[in-house]
């Protein structure tokens, strides 16, 4: 059976219209080429960090464009992103992220503060 990877496929389709504009945030545009460069970045991060596929991110980010790219990235290394509001009480937020054994949290910085254990 051949599996497909959404976020590979994403970066396969976009080849069509490298330039046309995949996300917006109000400070950021971001193409398509673009999204694709910056996905393999930050999926070579997350694997330099030690992370291997099944294993679970945690996501607390603002609605910006590092948002699908971290999502995505996540998604194409074939780890598993755990997506969380920023709104969430802090002590749910550890016992959710101790449930799931989530290997890493990726935090904003503008929703960073009193996300430190």
Request: charged share 20%.
């Amino acid at each position: 059976m051949n599996q497909v990877n959404f976020a590979q496929t994403i970066i396969e389709q976009s080849q069509n219209y490298p330039n046309k504009f995949a996300y917006r945030d109000g400070y950021t545009d971001l193409t398509y080429q673009e999204l694709g460069i910056r996905i393999r970045q930050v999926a070579g991060g997350l694997r330099q960090r030690g992370l291997r596929a099944g294993d679970a991110v945690i996501l607390v980010m603002e609605d910006t464009v590092d948002w699908p790219v971290t999502f995505l990235a996540c998604v194409y290394s074939g780890m598993v992103p755990v997506t969380m509001s920023v709104r969430l009480p802090h002590d749910l937020f550890w016992r959710i992220a101790n449930f799931v054994d989530a290997k890493l949290v990726v935090v904003d910085d503008s929703v960073a503060q009193g996300f430190t254990d």
